[in-house]
């Protein structure tokens, strides 16, 4: 028996044929990243069932030497849960792993195991009348762990934070197999490091993320959904610290896009249509919410806030959603920018955030410089302004090898726009991870300091290196 067979017949005796497959069918669809940028291989796929069988497939895989990349709905948008090509690695798929084990309505937490799907999590939140105040264009498929482990942000960050700020409590499986717990969420504790906060954003490796305890609020009463538009950056930086005075914690989400996102929605979307009759250079999507305590009055406050932003010329036009088909109408639109941009041709992606006051002048002032640089690109930013984090596109001009032009002109451009997100004082990821997108990215620009501390604490966690190589550092 080779090496690789007596770690596959170990893993296999632990798992049984459900829980581990070297099936070539089975395993295509998972060895892309969403993008479609990487493609790995992987020796094996293992799904295990319970975090027993976790630790000791980790003890297995730490015996044997075999590379561990955990993968939770394949959704990510830098590469991170995806292998190398070299064959030897152990894609791990936690989608098996999917129970919610608590729901507190009292105490409004939720525990619940790293393979939920967030869509999943939210209909099990509003079953009793609560609500988790995170969501993206992929919760169909995004699961907890992987939200977790890439410290994913999302549409609500303005006002609840990034997943980081949501977890209470901490479930993973280290990499010699031992099971960290930290589940049980205390406010005051003051026992040395915060060592879940370790393991948040570390995009698995340093520990397998396997269980969390989340923070839940009161389900929403009532919601208003406004389309407004305004013709810049500035003004759309003027809006929003108006809506911030006037609604308060009530303003829930504060997205924008440009004119050039928007038709590019409608030409990919069917039956779409555009909230106002006219085009405006910069669109804004703003939601307010309540309540019940405040659901009566919400829009009443709603429209006293937009007829004074009218009357102080912070905007040009608004539609305000009348019921909740308009208003996941709208929101529809901006979550289809991706999609949609994908189906128009190639581009290079960028999820940048500089400090949120600085960011119209950032975009306004070098996106210009980009297309003028490179001709026949055209240069967009759009996302959620409220937070300081856009995603800062690039089109391709007409080029009959996409690939062949972002590998070249594209890596070019991504490496300039990083230099002058860096120079701004900003970061070259805002939410979506480094992964292996943007790990020598991190390495030429980030902090020596930082990145030796990084280091420092991935070598005395996983020693040997198997969790994730090739990812974040």
Request: a negative charge.
């Amino acid at each position: 028996m080779t090496n690789t067979d007596s770690f596959l017949a170990e893993a296999t005796a632990l798992l049984g044929p459900r829980g581990l497959t070297t099936d070539a069918d089975l395993l295509a669809p998972w060895l892309t990243d969403w993008r479609g940028r990487y493609t790995g291989s992987a020796v094996a796929m293992a799904s295990p069932a319970n975090v027993p069988e976790l630790a000791e497939l980790v003890k297995i895989c730490a015996r044997f030497g075999v590379p561990i990349v955990p993968q939770g709905g394949n959704s990510g948008m830098s590469g991170g849960a995806t292998p190398d090509g070299s064959g030897t690695a152990l894609l791990l798929s936690l989608r098996r792993m999917n129970a919610i084990r608590t729901l507190d309505i009292e105490a409004r937490q939720v525990t619940c195991e790293a393979g939920v799907v967030l869509q999943t999590l939210h209909e099990a939140a509003e079953a009793r009348d609560l609500r988790f105040p995170l969501s993206l264009g992929g919760k169909g498929s995004a699961t907890v762990g992987g939200l977790i482990s890439t410290n994913a942000g999302g549409t609500q960050v303005l006002r609840h934070g990034s997943m980081r700020a949501l977890v209470l409590g901490l479930e993973a499986v280290l990499a010699d197999g031992q099971v960290f717990s930290m589940l049980t969420p205390l406010k005051k504790d003051n026992r040395g490091f915060d060592l879940k906060q370790l393991l948040i954003g570390s995009e698995g490796t340093m520990g397998i993320v396997t269980a969390a305890t989340l923070r839940l609020l009161p389900a929403i009463a009532e919601r208003v959904v406004i389309w407004a538009g305004v013709p810049s950056l500035g003004a759309a930086r003027k809006l929003l610290l108006h809506c911030e005075h006037s609604a308060g914690e009530a303003l829930e989400g504060f997205e924008v896009l440009p004119q050039a996102c928007l038709d590019a929605v409608l030409d990919y979307l069917p039956d779409s249509r555009a909230p106002l009759s006219d085009r405006h250079a910069w669109h804004v999507l703003i939601e307010v919410v309540a309540d019940r305590n405040a659901a009566a009055t919400l829009r009443d406050r709603c429209e006293s806030m937009m007829a004074d932003a009218f009357e102080a010329e912070l905007l040009e036009d608004a539609a305000m959603s009348s019921n909740e088909s308009q208003a996941e109408a709208m929101w529809l639109l901006r979550e289809s920018i991706s999609p949609a941009e994908r189906a128009r041709g190639p581009a290079v992606q960028h999820d940048i955030s500089v400090p949120v006051e600085k960011m119209p002048d950032f975009v306004e002032t070098t996106a210009p410089m980009i297309e003028a640089r490179w001709p026949g690109t055209e240069a967009i930013a759009f996302g959620h302004l409220g937070d300081g984090n856009v995603h800062y596109h690039v089109i391709a001009p007409d080029v009959t090898d996409g690939p062949a032009w972002q590998a070249d002109q594209g890596k070019t451009i991504s490496r300039y726009i990083h230099d002058l997100v860096t120079e701004w004082g900003g970061s070259i990821s805002a939410e979506h991870g480094i992964g292996q997108l943007k790990r020598d990215e991190l390495a030429r620009l980030g902090d020596p300091a930082a990145l030796s501390m990084l280091r420092a604490v991935k070598h005395a966690l996983d020693p040997a290196g198997i969790l994730n190589p090739g990812k974040l550092i």
